[in-house]
């Protein structure tokens, strides 16, 4: 495209920010980060998963020496925990979490916590609690959690000052319907009924939870911790504890990866809190390994898809009944209803309707994981693709370009709140280029191993997309639970550098480099002279989490309009310099020249020199607000499978993923973010699952030996492709990428798996016993 | 003042900022930071006054283990060493100072330096340094270092690349002249001149200079140190050590005093930056109350005054010939460029001229000090003018009304290049008032003592003023030498308060706190709702030094301006809320309301917390750039003393100390301030001189038992008033105080003691034996 060749910056690789730190092993992540006098915390988890906490004793703790505080549920009574942003006066969320309660609700639920000068006294001490447990019935499975009778996980939640009772373990049902779905069905030639099973995987990134906690005079708190979004830290920790939030100062800290597991606030960060405040010394907690799988992960799903489809293919209705495993917690945020917009979002069918509820059992708290409900969802209905075009005897390439939303359509990027009109799409020359490149006109199943004939070769697709950001700046009623509106701050130094202030968080994806290229374009300086700065919560303006990609998109256009502002007040100084109209200059490559004479310009270093010589003062852009919209990034996958049927085992052996991602502001960064979406879905597909005990529900595989991770010698072949799109309202008509690359590609697999051999799984992970049991089943048929 | 009349913040005095932490004692002063693995390091000096070192052996330093770096002159040839802003491309100063020289110019001068892991060993570590020195004839005193044949200081200095020789020791003469000194004489009825010599004080603040330099990947450091600039400490270290800029952060750390002395980088802070830049590791070092005295304090002058009057007391010729004693480096500063600029600004006389020398000599180089290069010059012409009242028997008040600088005379704040036109003048309110409060009318020599009859008392007064920072905005031309403008971000936060941005430090006069009072009342939010932030130099604008009494006029400034550039965009929030047109509500107390109903309004929380649900995004303002000029705040003084004629001991008794300061922004901080000048000017005239052995040159008291500072059991019953007037370019109306105060302070003791005694003491500071020889004269004439 003619507007790209002009960048100087954007469309190159550059060295990621904080690099060169993290390379030589100097970076300073939380947990390297030890303060004079500071303790260190560790919590006593319930060994039971669902029970009254009758009798609690510290003392013997409290005695041994190095303990300086021991808290229990007595001492925060009633201590609401807010972990996700909204509650404040004008934007309520429902809440069901205290910081420490009476009643445990998951094996691994917080009984007590204690501060000490070492960890080791710290662990020590939670041996000396002494605690006596009313053991009460558990559910684990949202089906039955849903069931009349069934064990009572929470009898109310909170919101604002009410309490809202919880009927059958359900919180915050999600309804939506457009058109008329029972007609739809009775136009259909074909309606097709399946249930499937997504998976419990978990986001488990490198990086462990820290945070450190130092309480300020006048009762604040200055707050390193590993999170996805310093701001809302602030707000959760300010909620939670009463404190005013501006007397909360949390630093940015990159993180050693997040896929979503730092966005909601850590039970261990708050314990930390309130522990600091409690002793008036700083406090450290991390978690360990074990205790990550404590929280988090993605919600399994149970869902039951109904398609009406005509002869030719033709989608007349769309129904989806989607039960949502939301585990001990779910603390106001509804996976669930993203499922919702992004099931909405899937096809341009008339006829839709979405059911969906929240279950809570007596399974750890699920969060936010890298598509956030998207894949679930994607999953089913991939699936459901494949097995109407086989019905209909269509191609399964064809059915879906006759049907995928595309421009024109409504996206529900976050919900049914937050949407907007497609503007670009470039699913079609994905599917088309990856059908050339896989080579699905000639796909037949093969037996590529002439030694080992029962091992059976085949290839899937599907398609997909998540959002990029979660503004609602174009829907009718902006969202009033997603504050998802970026800031930037562009100074400028003296030398020809920019310093760009942001909230945001690299999280080890390249997203803060591609802002900073992004910056650099729009100033018109080199890359290497843009300056992410150290800042925090008091020195940088409102930033969400980095969630729903939108590093690029929504932080991405903040940082390009307050570079755009940082800008005219320096083309301003060099018109008066260079006397020449400011509508005539130009900013690129470090200088600002006339147009007309590109020679006769100033470097950046001069203008800004001359203008701090003659007191103008020093260049500053700001920019604060919603990104435009919501677009989709688009997404397919072709996956070539290995299947043995003697063993069961699966293995991907090719894949040829494509991305519409607008312009890539890094090529390099992209294209990571497809192979890495690409890793993580194929565990999701085949090898990744947190297992619980189903008798106490204990989980049994907290640790990477158990825990099955894709390693770097399971992954197959790759090509990555990207899409020729423009998106208008992107910055430099980048849109996002991190979560649309992950979201088809275990419905990819499960497809493949199904033209391999014939047989189709419907649960999640496919594992060698369930291929042995289809194989049989097949056939038995 | 009408205008005060509606102030809620300011015109009222508030906790100061970071007065809890102090109180406690939880404060973090830059001696008081510690980082891991840090070193300490320490300054060899040297014993003479005036030496070359012939050989330097530190082999046996190196080899003491816990010794990581040893420097010499050798390790930094030809490294300039900046210590203050301006050698950029455009700007450039001379610089005449190395990091370490081969060459000692005074006894305290660099030999070398050492890093160690403990303080202790780095100083075990100087006395194994081997020095063989060839001692060089010395010059203290700047009249004698002029002649033809003194020993030479500097053969040279630089400027930009080039060599500017020196000759006869003189450095930067500076000549000024306005109508004609001669015919002014001619008109003259009465022509006068004397002699008079100020003296060596030191700032001597209690906090000690620190600075802590953490080497950063990449070739950068960041900084922690004691600094009335921390953007000018960038610079400045940039520039010596040849780092881009960019790569260095200095954090915003607050002083434990400074009055002048945090201006110039200390050379122990840059030695402190090349051995953690050459051990890769973070160095310490701190200066001890000794070292202190090595460096710093104010350039004493031999002043030669001509004046030529008519028998009414009209001024018709001003005359002065001045010699600067800078010390052994300069710097680049000219403290004589500022006399000139004050002595211009004294009196109304058409017909002035300065013509001034700085002369190096082999004592410690000066610094800028609380009223920089005028208590010096006030000092001389104030004492003149009661000499020539005296002679023309006319009241010394009178003489000073019907002649004094006021509104429409220019005004030089900077020297010749920073002035404006005098807009507000409360001179003639002050004298009348201060006089009525003295009891001027009836003033005569009484014994007041029974006991001891001859114990004299005697009432004297003098007037002075400083600049108001040194905005050269309203001059023709910027001075290219000053970098003088301030700058400013204001943050809003969902819960109504806001953040206040500013590089500029807190240095215990309460500055910061009178800048955060400007903007509360600007932003129509409590006082106690902004928050002064911990910032450094990314993510702070320009600031340059607090100096010249500008942090009210010239900081305030800009954050008025910022804050009114926030006000802004909430008042445009509010009004899309309430429906009002936005030029029809007016924002007060944290709430902003119709003007016509003030009931129906919303509380500044409501409207950003409401702005943020909507995604509106985060209310900011900044501004960067020049106040509009710099005006004079106006200073008089009277004086009571009590002189012991047998003892020759003089104690000042009763003072009237009044300014017109425009708005004072918080009293009891101006009050402060001229307690405070009034305690330094006294200390000035009667007790504070840095001595040094006139054989060697060595300063024989750098410590608080030997330096004499003024006590609390000295001060006098104090009176301070204000005038009232209104400053028309400051922040509502306000003008500076912190020089001021202090100014015409000496002279007015000088002329009390002659009232008392009838003997003029012309030489700096009034000691008993002064006054026994002074009386014993009389007694001979």
Same mark, same amino acid.
């Given at each position: 495209?003619?507007q790209?060749?002009?960048? !100087?910056?954007?469309?190159?690789?550059?060295?990621?920010?904080?690099?060169?730190?993290?390379?030589?092993?100097?970076?300073?992540?939380?947990?390297?980060?030890?303060?004079? =006098?500071?303790?260190?915390?560790? +919590?006593?988890?319930?060994?039971?998963a669902?029970? /009254?906490?009758?009798?609690?004793?510290t003392?013997?703790?409290?005695? $041994?020496?190095?303990v300086?505080?021991?808290?229990?549920?007595?001492?925060?009574?009633?201590?609401?925990?807010?972990?996700a942003?909204?509650?404040?006066?004008?934007?309520?969320?429902?809440?069901?979490?205290?910081?420490?309660?009476?009643?445990?609700?998951?094996?691994?639920?917080?009984?007590?916590?204690?501060?000490?000068?070492?960890?080791?006294? #710290?662990?020590?001490?939670l041996?000396?609690?002494?605690?006596?447990?009313?053991? /009460?019935? *558990?559910?684990?499975?949202?089906?039955?959690?849903?069931?009349?009778?069934?064990?009572?996980?929470?009898?109310?939640?909170?919101?604002?000052?009410?309490?809202?009772?919880?009927?059958?373990? +359900?919180?915050?049902?999600?309804?939506?319907?457009?058109?008329?779905?029972?007609?739809g069905?009775?136009?259909?030639?074909?309606?097709?009924?399946?249930?499937?099973?997504?998976?419990?995987?978990?986001?488990?990134?490198?990086?462990?939870p *820290?945070?450190?906690?130092?309480?300020?005079?006048?009762?604040?708190?200055?707050?390193?911790?590993?999170?996805q979004?310093?701001?809302?830290?602030?707000?959760?920790?300010?909620?939670? /504890?009463?404190?005013?939030?501006?007397?909360?100062?949390?630093?940015?800290?990159?993180?050693?990866?997040?896929?979503?597991?730092?966005?909601?606030?850590?039970?261990?960060?708050?314990?930390?809190?309130? %522990?600091? %405040?409690?002793?008036?010394?700083?406090?450290?907690?991390?978690?360990?390994?074990?205790?990550?799988?404590?929280?988090?992960?993605?919600? @399994?799903?149970?869902?039951?898809?109904?398609?009406?489809?005509?002869?030719?293919?033709?989608?007349?209705?769309?129904?989806?009944?989607?039960?949502?495993?939301?585990?001990?917690?779910?603390?106001?945020?509804?996976?669930?209803?993203?499922?919702?917009?992004?099931?909405?979002?899937?096809?341009?069918?008339?006829?839709?309707?979405?059911?969906?509820?929240?279950?809570?059992? =007596?399974?750890?708290?699920?969060? *936010?994981?890298?598509?956030?409900?998207?894949?679930?969802?994607?999953?089913?209905?991939?699936?459901?693709?494949?097995?109407?075009?086989?019905?209909?005897n269509?191609?399964? +390439?064809?059915?879906?370009?006759?049907?995928? !939303?595309?421009?024109?359509?409504?996206?529900?990027?976050?919900?049914?709140?937050?949407?907007?009109?497609?503007?670009?799409c470039?699913t079609?020359?994905?599917?088309?280029?990856?059908?050339?490149?896989?080579?699905?006109?000639?796909?037949?199943?093969?037996?590529?191993?002439?030694?080992?004939?029962?091992?059976?070769?085949?290839?899937?697709?599907?398609?997909?997309?998540h959002?990029?950001?979660?503004s609602?700046?174009a829907?009718?009623?902006?969202?009033?639970?997603? /504050?998802?509106?970026?800031?930037?701050?562009?100074?400028?130094?003296?030398?020809?550098?920019?310093?760009?202030?942001?909230? *945001?968080?690299?999280?080890?994806?390249?997203?803060?480099?591609?802002?900073?290229?992004?910056?650099?374009?729009?100033?018109?300086?080199?890359?290497?002279?843009?300056?992410?700065?150290?800042?925090?919560?008091?020195?940088?303006?409102?930033?969400?989490?980095?969630?729903?990609?939108?590093?690029?998109?929504?932080?991405?256009?903040?940082?390009?309009? #307050?570079?755009?502002?940082?800008?005219?007040?320096?083309?301003?100084?060099?018109?008066?310099?260079?006397?020449?109209?400011?509508?005539?200059?130009?900013?690129?490559?470090?200088?600002?020249?006339?147009?007309?004479?590109?020679?006769?310009?100033?470097?950046?270093?001069?203008?800004?020199?001359?203008?701090?010589?003659?007191?103008?003062?020093?260049?500053?852009?700001?920019?604060?607000?919603?990104?435009?919209?919501?677009?989709?990034?688009?997404?397919?996958?072709?996956?070539?499978?290995?299947?043995?049927?003697?063993?069961?085992?699966?293995?991907?052996?090719?894949?040829?993923?494509?991305?519409?991602?607008?312009?890539?502001? !890094?090529?390099?960064?992209?294209?990571?973010?497809?192979?890495?979406?690409?890793?993580?879905?194929?565990?999701?597909?085949?090898?990744?699952?947190?297992?619980?005990?189903?008798?106490?529900?204990?989980?049994?595989?907290?640790?990477?030996r158990?825990?099955?991770?894709?390693?770097? %010698?399971?992954?197959?072949?790759?090509?990555?492709?990207? #899409?020729?799109?423009?998106?208008p309202?992107?910055?430099?008509?980048?849109?996002?990428?991190?979560?649309?690359?992950? =979201?088809?590609?275990?419905?990819?697999?499960? =497809?493949?798996?199904?033209?391999a051999?014939?047989?189709?799984?419907?649960?999640?992970?496919i594992? @060698?016993?369930?291929? $042995?049991? #289809?194989?049989?089943?097949?056939?038995?048929?």
């Amino acid at each position: 495209m003619n507007q790209r060749e002009k960048f !100087l910056v954007i469309g190159k690789d550059h060295p990621g920010v904080e690099v060169e730190e993290k390379v030589r092993g100097e970076f300073e992540f939380v947990g390297d980060i030890s303060l004079p =006098n500071m303790l260190h915390a560790k +919590i006593l988890r319930s060994p039971y998963a669902h029970a /009254l906490v009758k009798r609690i004793d510290t003392t013997k703790a409290e005695k $041994l020496p190095g303990v300086k505080a021991v808290i229990t549920h007595k001492d925060v009574v009633d201590r609401w925990f807010v972990r996700a942003p909204g509650t404040h006066s004008s934007n309520p969320r429902t809440l069901d979490t205290r910081i420490i309660d009476e009643k445990m609700r998951y094996v691994g639920d917080r009984v007590a916590a204690v501060a000490a000068t070492s960890l080791e006294i #710290a662990e020590e001490a939670l041996e000396l609690i002494e605690v006596e447990y009313e053991e /009460l019935p *558990a559910v684990f499975d949202p089906v039955k959690a849903m069931q009349p009778g069934a064990p009572v996980i929470h009898d109310s939640i909170k919101l604002a000052d009410e309490d809202i009772p919880i009927k059958n373990n +359900i919180v915050g049902p999600t309804y939506m319907t457009m058109g008329d779905v029972e007609a739809g069905f009775k136009q259909a030639d074909l309606v097709i009924e399946n249930e499937f099973r997504s998976g419990y995987v978990h986001n488990s990134p490198m990086g462990r939870p *820290a945070c450190i906690c130092r309480p300020l005079p006048g009762g604040g708190l200055e707050i390193w911790n590993q999170t996805q979004g310093i701001h809302v830290t602030r707000m959760c920790f300010a909620q939670t /504890l009463d404190i005013p939030m501006s007397k909360i100062k949390v630093h940015r800290v990159s993180l050693g990866g997040a896929f979503g597991f730092y966005t909601y606030v850590k039970y261990s960060d708050i314990i930390g809190a309130f %522990l600091a %405040l409690k002793t008036g010394l700083p406090v450290k907690i991390e978690q360990s390994r074990e205790e990550m799988f404590f929280d988090g992960g993605r919600h @399994p799903m149970v869902m039951r898809l109904k398609t009406g489809v005509k002869k030719d293919g033709t989608l007349t209705a769309m129904d989806m009944r989607l039960i949502d495993g939301v585990g001990a917690y779910v603390s106001g945020t509804s996976i669930c209803k993203l499922s919702c917009g992004f099931f909405m979002s899937m096809y341009n069918c008339p006829n839709k309707r979405f059911d969906g509820y929240s279950a809570y059992t =007596n399974t750890p708290p699920k969060g *936010a994981m890298r598509g956030a409900g998207n894949p679930q969802q994607n999953f089913a209905v991939e699936s459901q693709m494949d097995i109407i075009a086989e019905k209909l005897n269509l191609d399964p +390439i064809e059915l879906r370009l006759k049907n995928h !939303l595309g421009v024109g359509h409504t996206f529900y990027g976050q919900g049914p709140d937050v949407y907007c009109t497609v503007q670009t799409c470039g699913t079609e020359q994905l599917i088309r280029e990856g059908a050339k490149r896989i080579g699905w006109e000639h796909r037949k199943v093969i037996t590529p191993y002439k030694d080992k004939p029962w091992v059976k070769r085949g290839i899937g697709m599907a398609r997909g997309f998540h959002t990029s950001g979660a503004s609602s700046a174009a829907s009718e009623k902006p969202s009033m639970l997603i /504050l998802d509106y970026s800031s930037a701050i562009v100074k400028m130094n003296e030398d020809g550098t920019a310093n760009l202030i942001i909230a *945001a968080a690299d999280f080890g994806t390249s997203n803060i480099t591609a802002i900073a290229a992004i910056a650099a374009e729009e100033l018109g300086i080199r890359y290497e002279d843009v300056i992410v700065t150290e800042a925090d919560t008091d020195t940088t303006l409102w930033e969400y989490w980095i969630h729903a990609s939108r590093s690029a998109y929504s932080i991405g256009t903040a940082a390009k309009r #307050a570079s755009n502002n940082a800008k005219k007040t320096i083309l301003e100084w060099a018109a008066k310099m260079l006397s020449v109209p400011v509508d005539q200059l130009e900013a690129r490559d470090s200088r600002i020249y006339p147009k007309a004479t590109p020679s006769e310009g100033l470097s950046f270093r001069e203008v800004l020199e001359y203008a701090q010589s003659q007191n103008w003062g020093t260049a500053i852009g700001t920019a604060s607000g919603s990104a435009p919209a919501c677009p989709p990034h688009f997404v397919v996958t072709f996956v070539e499978v290995d299947v043995d049927t003697k063993t069961g085992e699966v293995k991907v052996v090719r894949a040829v993923h494509g991305a519409d991602v607008g312009t890539p502001i !890094l090529p390099s960064a992209v294209r990571g973010q497809l192979i890495g979406g690409l890793h993580m879905g194929i565990g999701f597909a085949l090898t990744e699952g947190v297992v619980y005990d189903s008798v106490d529900g204990h989980v049994v595989n907290p640790n990477f030996r158990d825990y099955k991770l894709v390693t770097p %010698l399971d992954m197959p072949k790759v090509e990555t492709f990207l #899409a020729d799109t423009w998106e208008p309202t992107g910055p430099f008509g980048a849109k996002g990428v991190g979560e649309g690359a992950l =979201n088809p590609v275990a419905a990819a697999v499960y =497809n493949a798996v199904y033209n391999a051999i014939g047989a189709r799984i419907y649960t999640m992970p496919i594992t @060698p016993e369930k291929i $042995l049991n #289809a194989l049989k089943n097949k056939q038995g048929e």
